[in-house]
């Protein structure tokens, strides 16, 4: 019971107070005593005296540490709200929901919808085999839906000529012979007519197989597993892109749609398109001249209809990028997440310029002969000679090319001749023999003593990376494979179960996906450039820009054979790549091709 002066301000303080009294006691003594009275200075117990200075320390044991329960903080009712759609890099982000930083399944409005839109022979399949290749490398899960392809396998299937002597749908003689219907001959019909606004029937049966293969677009995304899905079509009026927008919506309304549109505005650049286009399947193995009459009337059918994005899209919130002459020019709207934003950078740096992109790991080094990983030592006499000899390899591979060059430039005709499918360069017309050969290393020891006669020629310009630095094997470097085996199994195996997100222990550990996701900003800039470009690197920076210029699977990057002694060379072409691998003949001292080289997996058990 508190003191009668703590409850009744006006009661007389008995005089066996504590010598300690409290500060609320001091205070209502000087309240009584006089305004004017000065409150003595409040006397605090010493530590020597402090009671819990003689107290014994508990030797019960601690309470067990009880998780959190998860919950919704928000209310007593189930979130709405779509999930917060922020930042996703498989390695370098990870979740509750994604342990691996790949786009949850749950979070569908991270989720994208890419909606091609341009008239024919302005490159939107070209990009969008890129655009797969490069989100793919950064380990989305990307698919492409084509609907021309979808409308040429139907031709095929009803084909009245193809029917007279077969029936796709006869399993065993089971079901009675299809007879072809007119609309089956309009759907097998791949001239001009098909594709003129005013022939109603085709109109509908174009309808019908773009909202098809948009339906298998999204199946992808909402039940296989997909993050991005990306519909590869003309849909170059409002009417057909509004349609398409409002029936994702409908499936499913937190998606993001992204429309992006490739238009071509250089002549040159529209012809080079065009005759490509004679080789492709609507025209393969048919009179170049009369294919390229036709072609051109499609193109005027879907004209006369042709409406860009713009306004429209803009007053009703749909975002969008505009890509002008395939990079040179880009615009957007609204563009929403992590995926469209990082699209259109990537979109950026596209350009047509040939040039040849030489790829391979540097010169022998003491610790490779010694068997050791990591390090920063240096060449051997061996690897000395390989960087002499890839040095006069290369300088011998630029004349050839610069004079293939200009004989292709100067037997170049259009419109073409019959039999003549090649297409010309875009930017052919640029002057070839001022183009500079870039050579890039990275910043360890061996890699630049490889590019040291490149270095030593005012021809060449070399820059060092850091990017381009082998993968950090953390507190094993400098290790033996066999002796991580040996004093770290359960390291070893963990590594060889999946080397593809093993992240070796130890400071400045990484992995696979952590040298993708350095090596994005150099993929960029390697597209960008106009110039030939030689990349002196290691085994994992040589596997993964190999795997993104070959398209290879998150399954294939690291276990791809990539051994000393190769030169792995690629040429960027409008429909693609061309590529070529020369293995070093240690004895000729030169380079010899591999003839019809293809990836494959690496037989050493370590690598």
């Not at 992808?220 to 003309?234: E, Q, R, W």
């Not at 740096?349 to 002969?369: E, K, M």
């Not at 066999?482 to 992995?511: C, F, T």
Request: net charge neutral.
């Amino acid at each position: 019971m508190p003191p009668p002066a703590l409850l009744y301000p006006g009661y007389d303080i008995p005089t066996n107070v504590p010598t300690n009294p409290s500060s609320l006691a001091n205070a209502l003594r000087a309240i009584n005593e006089g305004r004017d009275s000065a409150v003595p200075p409040v006397r605090r117990p010493s530590a020597d005296n402090s009671p819990y200075t003689k107290s014994l320390s508990s030797t019960a044991p601690a309470s067990p540490r009880i998780p959190p329960i998860r919950q919704n903080s928000g209310s007593a009712t189930p979130r709405v709200r779509p999930h917060a759609t922020t930042l996703s890099i498989p390695g370098m982000t990870r979740s509750l929901v994604s342990p691996d930083g790949r786009i949850a399944d749950r979070d569908v409005a991270a989720k994208l919808v890419i909606v091609m839109v341009g008239l024919p022979a302005r490159g939107k399949s070209y990009i969008t085999k890129k655009l797969r290749r490069y989100l793919a490398w950064q380990q989305h899960n990307t698919k492409i839906f084509n609907v021309g392809n979808r409308r040429r396998t139907q031709a095929s299937v009803m084909s009245p000529d193809k029917q007279a002597t077969e029936n796709p749908l006869d399993l065993n003689g089971a079901q009675p012979a299809k007879h072809a219907t007119p609309e089956d001959a309009s759907l097998a019909d791949h001239s001009a007519k098909f594709f003129d606004p005013k022939n109603s029937e085709a109109f509908k049966l174009r309808e019908e197989m773009a909202i098809d293969t948009l339906n298998e677009l999204l199946d992808y995304l909402l039940i296989g597993g997909g993050s991005i899905g990306i519909l590869d079509a003309t849909n170059s009026t409002i009417e057909r892109r509004q349609h398409v927008f409002d029936h994702i919506k409908a499936r499913e309304p937190k998606l993001g749609i992204l429309f992006i549109e490739s238009v071509c505005k250089n002549p040159e650049l529209l012809e080079a398109n065009m005759r490509l286009k004679l080789s492709g399947p609507d025209y393969k193995d048919k009179d170049p001249v009369k294919s390229l009459a036709d072609f051109r009337a499609r193109v005027k059918a879907y004209e006369s209809a042709y409406v860009p994005l713009g306004d429209y899209e803009e007053e009703h919130g749909m975002q969008y990028i505009k890509m002008i002459d395939v990079g040179k020019k880009l615009t957007h709207f609204g563009l929403e997440g992590f995926l469209s934003t990082g699209i259109s950078s990537y979109l950026s740096s596209f350009n047509l310029a040939p040039r040849q992109i030489w790829i391979t790991r540097h010169g022998q080094s003491v610790d490779n002969h010694l068997g050791k990983i990591g390090g920063n030592s240096e060449l051997t006499d061996r690897g000395h000679t390989y960087s002499h000899i890839l040095y006069n390899f290369i300088t011998h591979k630029r004349q050839e090319w610069l004079v293939e060059q200009k004989n292709k430039l100067a037997h170049s005709s259009f419109p073409p001749l019959p039999g003549d499918m090649s297409p010309p360069y875009p930017e052919i017309n640029e002057e070839l023999d001022g183009k500079n050969t870039c050579v890039w290393t990275s910043n360890l020891q061996r890699s630049i003593e490889t590019a040291q006669h490149f270095e030593a020629d005012e021809d060449y310009d070399v820059k060092h990376w850091e990017m381009l630095n082998e993968l950090n094997a953390g507190k094993f470097e400098g290790m033996t494979y066999d002796e991580i085996a040996r004093n770290h199994s359960d390291e070893y195996n963990k590594r060889q179960m999946d080397k593809l997100h093993y992240v070796y222990p130890g400071v400045g550990g990484e992995g696979y996906l952590q040298v993708i996701s350095r090596l994005r900003d150099m993929v960029r800039e390697i597209e960008r450039i106009k110039d030939h470009l030689v990349i002196i690197g290691h085994r994992s920076v040589c596997r993964v820009l190999m795997a993104y210029f070959m398209d290879l699977t998150r399954d294939d990057i690291a276990d791809l054979d990539m051994p000393l002694g190769i030169v792995y060379c690629i040429e960027p072409k409008p429909y693609g790549i061309e590529f070529h691998a020369y293995k070093y003949n240690e004895a000729e001292e030169w380079f010899d091709e591999v003839p019809d080289y293809k990836p494959q997996k690496t037989v050493d058990r370590h690598a």
